[in-house]
């Protein structure tokens, strides 16, 4: 029962809170709304897919903010006064999934090879990231990129959003691959019980890196939409996106000591971060209240989990 | 001889958890001055019960008397006092403080600034130690310490809050046979001086020395209460099983072959030195030894968990000198770990999804994982390891431990391999699920693969092995035939200096 509890809790949660939101603001229920809704989640979304896996996998990344930044400047610089061409534009594209990834498999190497806590690495890594994305742009915005570039984060295709496209396709990826793959499979085993994993055969550390590779590359990407949608490489932007994308799996379900955690569940909890911060906008609420919120609604499902657990462990 | 007074009972008591019914109507009545044995399986209730005694859970219904008084135990702070102190099987000590800071955590002797008196604390937990017996140095830091040393301290530590009862849950289970021996002149000591113990146990020779009543759970309920040894051990064990156990040890009919593993001068000093034997097809290769002598170490060194600094292994040919586990089990190797807790079970995932962990090739079809093999599988282990409930999909940490360790055991025979480790296979396990790991070992034995077995129960190694090896600090001493030896020889060799 308390299972079922938990796993539905996420999906009532969005629903009552978009019933709220209606009924205190009818726009809210506007096709128009709905679509910015949806365009301003699918940074957040998008990597929220990637930590998804990572904290499945028992880690955790605090970089990603700082990274979105890097990969999204570094991209910039690459397309910046190069004209509009297609190639240019897939080149950015290229050079932000690329530094990502690179990114990521620095986490990884690190978390494995130097055994410190995820926590650590990456905290260092948001100070490191952010520190090379100021350093190489001197702390300014790269402009003059291609126009067509802009669409990336703004234009339609068949009528759809181009990222909300981008976010159903990956969201799709990393559903397939965490419950229909060996890659998956591991990665719950090391999350419930690293020892267990390594005591099983698994090669764990390889797993953990692929799976920072994974959140860093779709980081990247993230960052070429940031930045389309800035039409700017902005070397501050992503501060504190890391907030909300590891809210977004907690609130969907994930577990902070890993072992749990769905494509869906983060799905919604992201869609919930979403609906809020819009909803406070259409009611005219400070986004600084906004922050207080986000903070209360971690603290909150975390200390639910916790306590799933405690009784768990009791009943045991 | 006066009747023993009442020191504790425990009436009708009846306990759920989410609708899952763990106690009904259980009664158990503990005398001052007498040991009063718990038997059961596990999940028969046993540890719910004495954490209903400790005031970890409340009773749905019932009611606790201690000298004659009822009482109502809300927490742990009230079951201490009331005199009530519980050993836990499960250790719950503070690994960074020392042996005497944690005998009297909570309890430190003060000056009148409110500054713990480092010497008196450690004085006083020097002698208690020495009145008991055990051989601990009160300053030495708990997480530099063995499981075994650990659990003397804990259960220095519940003797000294103890006034009334005292809760023993597997006091043995990690205890060397001397330290057994303190363990129960220790407990002599406890009943002369009137209290009331409760011993909870699965090996049902050591209770002969020291068991005065028994009573026995089955499904939650109290099946059997009354003198100890007034009924015969089969006895005991029909009414834990609810079914007679024809023989622990069933006979094996297998064909010794070809050498399947062979150590050569393994060592990773100082845990163990110049280590070589071999295991042939269809042989079971029995590691006895006091706990500490290295045979844990030895295992793990040979599947790659804790890599060995020297010597050679060689797996059905293949050889290699410092073993890595993923390689083992391509080669054919499986370690069935002795902590299925900490290094066996994935808790919060499903039967199938850990039986299946480390053989999941077998269910990708074109790189997809395939729902259907790996239910296949798990029903099939299922049924041949008739693990309960019968469920795939059920979580493994809310499963027994006999069950738990049937699922590991399954893991390794779908992993198809062809030696196995196996520490402690039956640590913590009820008498039934015992004698189907002994046929399932045999099973296994009689198709030609290689079992090397460690186990600190030597009746379990007497009747299960062909050859004992025997380990004392990290060397290997003896090599025995089991047909010809007996448990007084294998001690000698695993205790005796020469």
């Known amino acids: ?316 | 001889m006066p009747m023993p007074q009442t020191a504790l009972e425990m009436r009708g008591i009846s306990k759920s958890f989410a609708g899952n019914t763990v106690l009904t109507d259980v009664t158990l009545s503990a005398a001052a001055g007498q040991v009063l044995a718990l038997l059961g399986e596990n999940g028969a209730g046993k540890s719910t019960l004495m954490k209903i005694l400790a005031g970890v859970h409340q009773p749905d219904a019932g009611e606790i008397v201690i000298d004659g008084q009822v009482v109502k135990l809300q927490s742990p702070v009230d079951s201490l006092h009331y005199g009530v102190a519980m050993i836990y099987q499960e250790l719950s000590l503070a690994p960074h403080l020392t042996v005497a800071e944690n005998i009297f955590l909570g309890r430190e002797p003060v000056s009148s600034l409110g500054i713990i008196n480092q010497r008196a604390l450690n004085e006083r937990a020097a002698n208690l130690l020495t009145e008991y017996g055990f051989k601990l140095d009160p300053r030495a830091r708990v997480s530099q310490l063995s499981t075994a040393k650990r659990q003397l301290v804990e259960i220095t530590r519940a003797i000294v809050e103890a006034k009334k009862v005292v809760v023993m849950d597997e006091p043995t289970s990690s205890l060397t046979s001397h330290e057994v021996e303190d363990l129960f002149r220790l407990i002599r000591d406890l009943k002369a001086r009137g209290l009331a113990v409760i011993y909870i146990s699965h090996r049902l020779e050591e209770l002969d020395e020291i068991a005065d009543q028994v009573t026995i759970l089955r499904d939650g309920r109290a099946v059997y209460s009354g003198q100890w040894g007034s009924i015969s051990t089969d006895e005991v064990i029909r009414h834990m099983a609810g079914r007679e156990l024809k023989e622990i040890f069933p006979p094996r009919n297998a064909k010794i072959g070809d050498v399947k593993l062979r150590v050569s001068n393994l060592s990773r000093p100082p845990k163990f030195d110049n280590i070589s034997f071999q295991a042939h097809a269809g042989e079971v290769v029995g590691i006895a030894g006091l706990a500490g002598a290295g045979r844990t170490e030895l295992v793990e060194a040979i599947y790659g968990t804790q890599p060995a600094t020297d010597g050679e292994i060689n797996v059905l040919g293949h050889s290699v000198h410092q073993a890595v586990p993923h390689h083992s089990v391509a080669n054919g190797l499986s370690l069935l770990t002795e902590d299925r807790k900490r290094t066996g079970l994935c808790l919060n995932l499903s039967l199938a999804t850990n039986l299946t962990l480390a053989n999941v090739k077998a269910l990708l079809k074109g790189g997809l994982l395939q729902a259907k093999s790996e239910t296949t599988a798990a029903t099939d282990y299922i049924s041949k390891l008739h693990i309960r409930p019968p469920s795939p999909t059920k979580t493994v940490g809310r499963m027994s431990g006999g069950n738990q360790q049937k699922v590991l055991l399954g893991r390794w025979l779908f992993a198809q391999t062809k030696v196995f480790l196996l520490d402690e296979p039956t640590r913590g396990v009820d008498v039934a699920a015992r004698a189907e790991i002994y046929r399932e070992i045999n099973e296994l034995a009689e198709a030609g693969a290689a079992i090397v077995m460690v186990s600190s129960d030597l009746p379990e190694l007497l009747g299960m092995a062909d050859r004992i090896l025997v380990m004392r600090r990290g060397h290997l001493v003896a090599e025995l035939n089991a047909k010809q030896t007996s448990q007084e020889e294998v001690l000698k060799y695993a205790a005796v200096e020469d």
Not at chain 1, 59 to 75: E, K, N, P
Not at chain 1, 152 to 164: C, Q, R, S
Request: proline share 4%; charged share 10%; net charge positive.
């Open chain 1, 1 to 316: 029962m308390p299972d079922l509890i938990k796993r539905f809790l996420p999906f009532i949660s969005l629903i009552l809170l978009c019933l709220i939101v209606a009924v205190v603001e009818p726009r809210f229920l506007s096709p128009g709304n709905l679509a910015s809704v949806a365009r301003q989640t699918t940074v957040i979304t998008i990597m929220a897919m990637g930590m998804t896996m990572v904290m499945v996998s028992g880690g955790i990344d605090l970089s990603v903010g700082s990274l979105l930044a890097l990969a999204g400047c570094c991209g910039a610089l690459v397309m910046t006064n190069k004209g509009n061409s297609l190639g240019i534009i897939l080149a950015g594209i290229a050079v932000c999934i690329a530094v990502g990834l690179a990114g990521g498999l620095i986490n990884g190497i690190a978390v494995t090879r130097l055994k410190i806590p995820p926590f650590i690495v990456t905290l260092g890594a948001l100070g490191i990231y952010r520190g090379i994305a100021l350093v190489i742009t001197d702390g300014n915005g790269i402009v003059n990129l291609p126009e067509n570039f802009g669409k990336l984060a703004e234009g339609t295709l068949i009528g759809i959003p181009v990222p909300l496209l981008i976010v159903v396709v990956i969201a799709l990826i990393v559903h397939f691959l965490l419950t229909s793959t060996q890659p998956g499979r591991y990665c719950y085993a090391i999350g419930s019980n690293v020892e267990a994993a390594r005591y099983a055969g698994i090669r764990v550390s390889r797993y953990q890196i692929l799976f920072y590779c994974i959140l860093g590359g779709l980081t990247g990407l993230a960052g070429a939409i940031e930045t389309a949608r800035l039409v700017t490489g902005v070397p501050t932007s992503g501060e504190g996106y890391e907030l909300n994308v590891i809210a977004a799996v907690v609130i969907g379900g994930g577990s902070l000591s890993g072992g749990q955690g769905t494509v869906v569940g983060t799905l919604i909890g992201s869609l919930i971060m979403g609906v809020l911060s819009n909803g406070a906008n259409l009611l005219g609420i400070s986004p600084f209240i906004q922050k207080i919120v986000i903070g209360t609604v971690i603290v909150l499902a975390v200390t639910f989990d916790e306590f799933q657990r405690r009784k768990f462990e009791i009943a045991e």
